[in-house]
Nanobody, 115 residues
């Protein structure tokens, strides 16, 4: 069983930055992949960025060049550095982990960007 806890969300002005963290209850070293998703009101959950165990990354086109996904294996934590934030980045951000053929989700952290 893996538990994921996100933190770091909040209210920020457009153009600002935030760093989200996702702390895992166990080692993330063996996880096949970890990712950040987001869900805005009345919209479907969408992939923001993913990171495989081989350090391959994928980004949504809308965040390329502004967001960076990374992990610290020693701290069992996944990060999402978000810069040049826009109002359309407003959403609940979720951490996801793929581990031993199972998928785990965190509870989400709210990000609100004011114009």
């Amino acid at each position: 069983q893996v538990q994921l806890v996100e933190s770091g969300g909040g209210l920020v002005q457009a153009g600002g930055s935030l760093r989200l963290s996702c702390a895992a209850s166990g080692s993330i070293f063996g996880m096949n992949a970890m990712a950040w998703y987001r869900q805005a009101p009345e919209k479907q959950r969408e992939l923001v960025a993913s990171l495989t165990r081989f350090s391959s990354t994928t980004y949504a086109q809308s965040v390329k060049g502004r967001f960076t996904i990374s992990r610290d294996n020693a701290k069992n934590t996944l990060y999402l550095q978000m810069s040049s934030l826009k109002p359309e980045d407003t959403a609940v951000y979720y951490c996801k982990a793929d581990y031993q053929n199972k998928v785990y989700w965190g509870q989400g952290t709210q990000v609100a960007v004011s114009s």
